[in-house]
């Protein structure tokens, strides 16, 4: 047998242009880029045993620990809320005042004529109070005569012994005007 030998056949083609070899250069590196990304993402992408992690898993995984995540700083701000309201309900005070203080007196009065201030205390305490202090400022030109109730200290300041829960205590205190008030008195 005799072999045929097949001589090669070469088609003329033109050489190609400077823009078609710059051309078929971007398309090499667009492509070796492209397979260096692939190959940097498929790193990034690996589990420790170096198998590709199924990324729509992690996303679900990261979506269910992102709502654990805020349900449990909701739980636990709540839980804080809570310490605060209960905190301040045990401890602040009552929205009564403990001692109710009431002043009465006349709304007009003649300078030089005696008249009386009324004081009223209540307790409105769950409790005894023991020694209660009270401090009375007067107008500049009130002159203090006397009291019902004895002075613990110069004309304006009475300690009162114990007030019971529920309990009141008033006296009257007696004084003047003298003239009115900031002004300087006149000299005949």
Known sequence: ???KIVEPHFIERPLPTDEEIRSFN?????????EDINGRLSEIYRDENGKLVDVQK???????????????????????GLAVWATLLVFS???????EIMINAPEKVVAGQDFDYQIILKNNSGSTIKSVKLELAYPE???????ELAPTSGNNYWTIAD????AGKSFVVRGRI???ENSTPHHE
């Open 1 to 3: 047998m005799s072999k």
């Open 26 to 34: 971007r398309q090499i590196k667009n492509q070796e880029r492209g």
């Open 58 to 80: 992690l996303e679900k995984r990261a979506r269910r620990q992102a709502v654990v995540m805020i349900f449990r700083w909701l739980v636990g701000l709540s839980f804080i």
């Open 93 to 99: 005070p009552s929205q009564k005042n403990e001692v």
């Open 141 to 147: 030109n009130f002159v203090f005569t006397s009291s």
């Open 163 to 166: 007030l019971i829960s529920g």
């Open 178 to 180: 003298i003239n009115q």
